[in-house]
């Protein structure tokens, strides 16, 4: 599904970033003055500290889809569906929207023979945990530190509000398709009305098929969701308890640099890289690159200037720095290795099948000759009679 060219052109564009990334920090700060924060200040311990959260991150965040795969074919390993799960990392980073991880793993769970009605069912239950969890926490966060938030960033206030009804719209969205089947129609429809239009017909197609596909496995997840709402609940914890640990980083991060923010503020920290993600998310850049930094610094640098930081601009942005570094080109990484561990298994699985035919076709051409030789003998043995 993914060829190795492919994986490199990947590669190639996140480089890219990660350079630009750089080049915008030189343009808009001092990157002397960053490289000064992160020579005085730099401490290894915290930043290990901050490893192991991204590590406990991953691996919270990944049960949810072996849980809801394992419910239905038990004999599947736990191993392969961990990597299944990580390769998610990998491929929802590089593709524009976080669209490259569903369908990879729904190709790696068919080369498990899962059904691919199965394993759509599944991702898309995985998938609208992981929207309900940002949903619920960036809600609770809003109710709590709205105001706050409002007399902080003022001019920027209509942006963030914006970005997150963006985000609370496409969880609507989904709760919607798979509960009701007249509002599926209605979409099925809206689809088919606008791809008819000649100019959007010639941009993008007819997406009538897909889109009618897409609505009726969201209502098949559904339907598979209430005959054991328990263990989708369970998937919802998991992801909560994921993103909470992959909230606590930045508050962790600015330790790492020597310029702690005060446990008074951990929450508002928390609550802050809440809607730095979920304000962000419609970005349709890999990994929302340039909205997620921007809307970082936008939002910690006030929280940075009340800590009373000598150069809160410098600050922000060696946080923001060590706290992207961490959470997209780390779990990046670690996505890759997850899928190349599962590549080379597949690839181990497929030459033992190969071996194996090529042995039953010895014994058959084997035992062919035997026959042969059998019959044969027969006929010589009548001859002689």
């Known amino acids: 599904m993914y060829s190795k060219k492919k994986i490199i052109k990947y590669l190639i564009l ?3 970033i990660l350079i630009l990334l750089v080049v915008l920090l030189t343009q808009i700060g001092d990157i002397q003055k960053i490289f000064a924060i992160f020579g005085s ?28 795969v394992k419910r ?3 004999h599947l390993k736990f191993w392969d569906l961990y990597l299944i799960s990580g390769s998610e990392f990998f491929f929802n980073a590089v593709t524009p929207f976080s669209s490259g991880g569903q ?6 769970l068919k080369q498990k023979n899962v059904s691919l009605s199965d394993s759509t069912s599944q991702l898309l239950l995985n998938f609208l945990a992981y929207q309900v969890s940002l949903n619920l926490i960036s809600i609770i966060c809003a109710i709590v530190y709205f105001n ?11 942006l963030f509000i914006v970005g997150f009804s963006i985000n609370l719209f496409i969880m609507v969205l989904l709760l919607l398709l798979g509960c009701s089947k007249l509002f599926g129609k209605a979409l099925i429809g809206l689809i088919n009305g606008i791809c008819k239009i000649k100019p959007i017909k010639k941009l993008v197609g007819d997406k009538t098929a897909s889109v009618t596909q897409y609505v009726e496995d969201m209502q098949k997840a559904f339907k598979d969701m209430r005959k054991d709402m328990k263990i989708w609940f369970l998937c919802l914890f998991t992801k909560i308890a994921a993103n909470m640990i992959y909230y606590c980083v930045p508050f962790v991060g600015f330790y790492v640099i020597g310029h702690p923010i005060t446990g008074q503020e951990f929450w508002y920290c928390f609550a802050l890289t809440s809607f730095s993600l979920t304000t962000t998310i419609w970005v349709p850049l890999p990994g929302a690159s340039g909205g997620v930094e921007f809307a970082f610094l936008v939002l910690f640098k006030n929280l940075i200037t009340q800590g009373g930081a000598s150069d809160p ?8 720095l060590i706290w992207r570094l961490l959470t997209y080109y780390f779990v990046l990484g670690y996505g890759l290795v997850d899928y190349i561990v599962f590549d080379r298994s597949i690839s181990k699985d497929m030459k033992k099948n190969e071996l194996t035919l090529s042995e039953k076709e010895i014994i058959l051409e084997t035992d062919e000759s035997i026959n042969n030789d059998s019959s044969k003998e027969s006929n010589e043995n009548k001859e002689v009679k």
């Open 148 to 158: 706050r938030l409002h007399s902080d960033i003022d001019n920027f206030i209509v």
């Open 41 to 68: 200040g730099f401490n290894p311990l915290w930043l290990l500290l901050c490893i192991g959260l991204i590590f406990a991150y991953c691996f919270v965040y990944k049960l949810s889809l072996i849980i809801l």
């Open 313 to 320: 601009d410098a600050v922000a942005q060696s946080g923001m």
């Open 72 to 74: 239905q074919y038990k």
């Open 14 to 16: 996140i480089l890219a």
């Open 103 to 108: 369908p990879f793993q729904a190709y790696a």
